[in-house]
């Protein structure tokens, strides 16, 4: 109406830092949104890296919970802004609560620092052969930078039939730098721009190894006794661990993983 027109300085928002991250009112549980800022960094580091040595309590734990994610200014002496946030990221990682980490990826979209939490949680469930709810976050987040988290989503708008989209972040990777001769190969053929993938089977991440699943059709792993964890767990959600009853009995080393594998529960 008074034909005013409002100019943002591009400098502000260069300078425009996030200074507050988490998911609770401080009033809800009687505490003050600027609680640690005037706190020690160094105190704060030697205190929470203490607790996380330690079995807490369920009590103990979620008074942790509330005060690590509470909304609240970041203390500002002897402490980065990644470091704390650390401490909020390897809690949830601890925890392994995924809907308490959908809430705070969401919440917190903006966060720069969210990066290993998306790949922990993106990965927690490919790795029990759940695509629908790894590639779900992604309709919540739009802010990541990081490549493996570019690739898994590039993957899972081919899975939704969302092929352009697909091509045109697999095109914006390729101009920011992006190399990687092993996924680009899936890629292809997943997009049908190939007939036939090659049949290099890559366990250097989740990632990896379900493209590989996928684009080859008379697709074996056998796992090793130093294969990651998320080798093993994924194997077995995907039905492709060896049945037991056609295992020969007298392969001493075979029955030996197999008993590390039973112990770490991924056979019956």
Same mark, same amino acid.
């Given at each position: 109406?008074?034909?005013?027109?409002? =100019? =943002?300085?591009?400098? @502000?928002?260069?300078?425009?830092?996030?200074?507050?991250?988490?998911?609770?009112?401080?009033?809800?549980?009687?505490?003050?949104?600027?609680?640690?800022?005037?706190?020690?960094?160094?105190?704060?580091? *030697?205190?929470?890296?203490?607790?996380?040595?330690?079995?807490?309590?369920?009590?103990?734990?979620?008074?942790?919970?509330?005060?690590?994610?509470?909304?609240?200014?970041?203390?500002?002496?002897?402490?980065?802004? /990644? @470091?704390?946030?650390?401490?909020?990221?390897?809690?949830?990682?601890?925890?392994?609560?995924?809907?308490?980490?959908?809430?705070?990826?969401?919440?917190?979209?903006?966060?720069?620092?969210?990066?290993?939490?998306?790949?922990?949680?993106?990965?927690?469930?490919?790795?029990?052969?759940?695509?629908?709810?790894?590639?779900?976050?992604?309709?919540?987040?739009?802010? *990541?930078?990081?490549?493996?988290?570019? /690739? *898994?989503?590039?993957?899972?708008? =081919?899975?939704?039939?969302?092929?352009?989209?697909?091509?045109?972040?697999?095109?914006?990777?390729?101009?920011?730098?992006?190399?990687?001769?092993?996924?680009?190969?899936?890629?292809?053929?997943?997009?049908?721009?190939?007939?036939?993938?090659?049949?290099?089977?890559?366990?250097?991440?989740?990632?990896?190894?379900?493209?590989?699943?996928?684009?080859?059709?008379?697709?074996?792993?056998?796992?090793?006794?130093?294969?990651?964890?998320?080798?093993?767990?994924?194997?077995?959600?995907?039905?492709?661990?060896?049945?037991?009853?056609?295992?020969?009995?007298?392969?001493? @080393?075979?029955?030996?993983?197999?008993?590390?594998?039973?112990? @770490?529960?991924?056979?019956?």
């Amino acid at each position: 109406k008074n034909n005013s027109i409002n =100019i =943002i300085d591009s400098d @502000e928002l260069k300078d425009n830092k996030i200074n507050i991250i988490g998911l609770y009112d401080p009033e809800e549980n009687g505490l003050k949104i600027d609680m640690w800022l005037s706190s020690n960094g160094e105190e704060i580091k *030697f205190i929470l890296n203490k607790l996380n040595k330690i079995n807490l309590s369920s009590d103990a734990n979620e008074i942790l919970k509330i005060i690590l994610l509470t909304n609240t200014y970041f203390p500002q002496t002897n402490i980065t802004e /990644k @470091e704390f946030i650390n401490f909020k990221t390897n809690f949830l990682i601890k925890n392994k609560d995924k809907n308490l980490i959908k809430l705070y990826l969401v919440k917190n979209d903006n966060n720069i620092h969210n990066s290993n939490l998306i790949k922990f949680y993106i990965n927690s469930y490919l790795q029990n052969a759940d695509l629908e709810n790894a590639c779900d976050i992604f309709n919540e987040i739009k802010f *990541f930078e990081n490549d493996y988290i570019n /690739k *898994f989503k590039i993957y899972c708008l =081919i899975n939704e039939n969302k092929r352009e989209q697909a091509q045109l972040l697999f095109d914006l990777n390729n101009e920011s730098g992006f190399k990687d001769k092993f996924y680009e190969n899936k890629f292809n053929f997943l997009m049908n721009y190939v007939d036939q993938p090659n049949k290099d089977i890559s366990d250097k991440n989740i990632l990896n190894l379900h493209l590989s699943h996928r684009t080859i059709s008379d697709f074996s792993y056998q796992p090793k006794n130093d294969s990651p964890d998320f080798v093993w767990k994924y194997l077995s959600s995907s039905n492709l661990l060896d049945n037991i009853d056609t295992i020969n009995l007298e392969d001493s @080393e075979k029955i030996a993983l197999i008993e590390i594998a039973t112990h @770490e529960k991924n056979y019956d």
